[in-house]
C-alpha cells in the first residue's frame, strides 16, 4: 500500500511540468478578474464578433485611453514612473499631440541610418557570445544603444546603458508577473535623463516640465521600445531556432523572406495580448444594441490573429508569400489599427528587426528545445553556435537539458507568476494611480 501511494506521488511529481504551469495561468486569469472585477467587453467576444473586430477599433467613439478603466491602474502601476507622461496612456489632447509629434520625429530616420546603426547596436552586443542565451537578455543592451543613439545622436556609454537595461528589464519583468517592481532602479534612469536633456538632439514636446520630459523619453524611447524590440527580436530568433528548415531558408534567402518570418511571428506572438480603450460615445453593434459611452473594450489580438488562418496555431511563413491574400485583407494588426493610434515605429521596428536578425544568422546557428508562448517568460532559452564550428555531441546534451530544466522552471515560475501577480494587481488597485490622477489626488505623482 505505502510502496503505491510512493508511486503515485512520484508520478504526480515527475509530471508536474505537464499540467501544473496550465493550472496555474487559469487559476491566475481567476485571481485577477477578482481583484480586478468583470468591468472589460473582449473584442472578438459575443457581442463583437470578428468580422466587426476593425470597425470597433476604429470607430470614433473607441478612443478614451485610460481614465475610467480600472484596468488603467494596473498598467499604470507596472509602467512607473510617470505613466501619467506615457504617449500610450495619454488621453487625446494638446499635451498627446506634443509627445506623439516628439515620437514621429525622433523615429523619423533615414532607412540607411536604421539599418547602419542596427547592424552596429547589435554587432557589439554578439561579440564573443556562443552556447546557452536567453534571447531577449541578449538582445535587450542592443536595443537600449540603438534607443539612445536615436535620441541623442551620440554612442551610448556603457553606464546609460545599463540604465536603460536595468529601467526595462524590470518593467517587462513585472509586466509578466515574474519578479516585482524595482522603482529605485527606474528612478535612476529618469535622474539620468533629467540631467542628459540638454544633449537629447530633438526638439522636446513643448509645455512640459524638464521631469515630465524625462519620463516622456523614458516611457517611449527607454521602456516601450527597448521592450518591444527584444521582445519581437527575441520570438523572431525563437521561431527560428525550433524551425529549422525555415531557419535554413531565411539565412539563404532574401529579404521578402525574412518579411514573411517577421510577420508570421507576430501574428502568432503578437506582442499585444490585450490593447483597451474606454468609450467616449455610444458605439452600435447592432440592430437596438450599443455599446454605450464608458465602457472598457479589450481588443484580443492573440484571437484576431487566429480567426480566419487555416490551422492557425501552425507556424507557416507561406501565409505571407506573394499570391496569397495581400496584408491589409488578413487578420493581422501586429503595430495596431491605423485609425487608432497605431504603433508610431511600425516603419521603423521591422526595419531594424530585419537586420537585427540578418546579423544574428549570418554568424550563428540557432537551436532550441524550450517552450515558445506568447508572453515568453523564459526569456527564450537558445543554443547560439558559430556557424564554422563543429557541432559535436555535445549540442544534443545541452538541447535535452535545456528542455528539462525549461520544463521544471515552468513549474517553479508559474508559482512564481501566481503569487507576485496577485500582489501586484491587489498593489496597484490600493494605489489607484491613474483613478487619482484623474480625480486630482496630488499624492499620485509620487508612486
Ligand atoms: C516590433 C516592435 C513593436 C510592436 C510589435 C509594437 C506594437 C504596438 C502596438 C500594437 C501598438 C498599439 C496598441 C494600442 O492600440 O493600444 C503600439 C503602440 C505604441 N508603440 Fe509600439 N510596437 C513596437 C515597437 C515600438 C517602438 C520601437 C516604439 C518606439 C518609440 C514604440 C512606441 C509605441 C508607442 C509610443 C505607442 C502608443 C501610440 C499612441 O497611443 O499614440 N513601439 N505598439
Known amino acids: 500500500m505505502l510502496t503505491a501511494v510512493w508511486v503515485a506521488a512520484a508520478i504526480v511529481v515527475i509530471s508536474l511540468p505537464r499540467w501544473l504551469p496550465g493550472r496555474v495561468v487559469v487559476l491566475r486569469g481567476w485571481v485577477f478578474t477578482r481583484i480586478n472585477g468583470e468591468e472589460s467587453i473582449a473584442v472578438p467576444g459575443d457581442l463583437v464578433g470578428v468580422d466587426r473586430f476593425r470597425e470597433v477599433y476604429s470607430h470614433p467613439a473607441a478612443s478614451g485611453r485610460s481614465k475610467g478603466a480600472v484596468l488603467s491602474d ?48 547589435v554587432g557589439r552586443t554578439l561579440e564573443g557570445r556562443r552556447g546557452v542565451v536567453r534571447l ?55 535622474a539620468y535623463l533629467v540631467e542628459s536633456l540638454p544633449r537629447v538632439a530633438h526638439e522636446l514636446p513643448a509645455g512640459l516640465t524638464a521631469r515630465e520630459q524625462a519620463l516622456y ?9 527597448v521592450v518591444q524590440m527584444s ?9 527560428l531556432a525550433r524551425h529549422p528548415d525555415v531557419q535554413d531558408g531565411a539565412r539563404a534567402g532574401d529579404d521578402r523572406f525574412l518579411d514573411q518570418v517577421i510577420s508570421e511571428t507576430l501574428r502568432l506572438y503578437p506582442l499585444f495580448g490585450i490593447a483597451h480603450r474606454v468609450t467616449t460615445g455610444d458605439i452600435p453593434v447592432a440592430e437596438g444594441v450599443v455599446i454605450p459611452a464608458g465602457s472598457v473594450l479589450c481588443f484580443d489580438y492573440p484571437a484576431f490573429h487566429r480567426a480566419g488562418f487555416p490551422d492557425p496555431e501552425r507556424f507557416d511563413p507561406g501565409r505571407f508569400a506573394p499570391g496569397h491574400a495581400p496584408v491589409r485583407e488578413l487578420n493581422h494588426i501586429p503595430f495596431g489599427m491605423p485609425a487608432n493610434r497605431p504603433c508610431p515605429a511600425w ?3 521591422p526595419l531594424a528587426m530585419r537586420v537585427a536578425v540578418r546579423e544574428v544568422l549570418r554568424s550563428y546557428e540557432l537551436d532550441s528545445t524550450a517552450a515558445h508562448t506568447r508572453s515568453l517568460p523564459n526569456r527564450g532559452p537558445c543554443l547560439l553556435t558559430p556557424l564554422n564550428a563543429r557541432r559535436g555531441r555535445g549540442r544534443r546534451l545541452t538541447l535535452l537539458f535545456m528542455r528539462l530544466r525549461d520544463g521544471w522552471e515552468d513549474v517553479w515560475r508559474s508559482l512564481v507568476q501566481l503569487v507576485l501577480g496577485t500582489y501586484m494587481v491587489w498593489d496597484a488597485r490600493r494605489l489607484r494611480l491613474c483613478e487619482r490622477h484623474f480625480s486630482g489626488d496630488a499624492r499620485s505623482a509620487s508612486t
Open 217 to 225: 523619453l523614458q516611457g517611449a524611447f527607454f521602456n516601450t521600445a
Open 347 to 349: 516603419r521603423l521596428a
Open 136 to 190: 531577449r537578455d541578449l538582445m535587450m543592451p542592443a536595443w537600449a544603444e540603438f534607443s539612445y543613439e536615436l535620441v541623442f545622436r551620440e554612442p551610448c556609454p556603457p553606464h546609460a546603458r545599463d540604465l536603460i537595461v536595468g529601467n526595462a528589464d524590470d518593467v517587462v519583468t513585472a509586466l509578466k508577473c515574474c519578479g516585482l517592481r524595482h522603482m529605485d532602479r527606474r528612478d535612476r534612469l529618469t
Open 231 to 239: 521582445e519581437a527580436t527575441a520570438h523572431v530568433l525563437m521561431a
Open 74 to 121: 494596473l498598467f499604470w502601476y507596472w509602467l512607473s514612473p510617470g505613466p501619467e507622461m506615457h504617449q500610450e496612456h495619454l488621453e487625446a489632447g494638446d499635451r498627446y499631440d506634443a509627445v506623439a509629434l516628439a515620437t514621429r520625429r525622433i523615429l523619423s530616420q533615414p532607412r540607411a541610418r536604421v539599418e547602419e546603426l542596427t547592424r552596429r547596436c
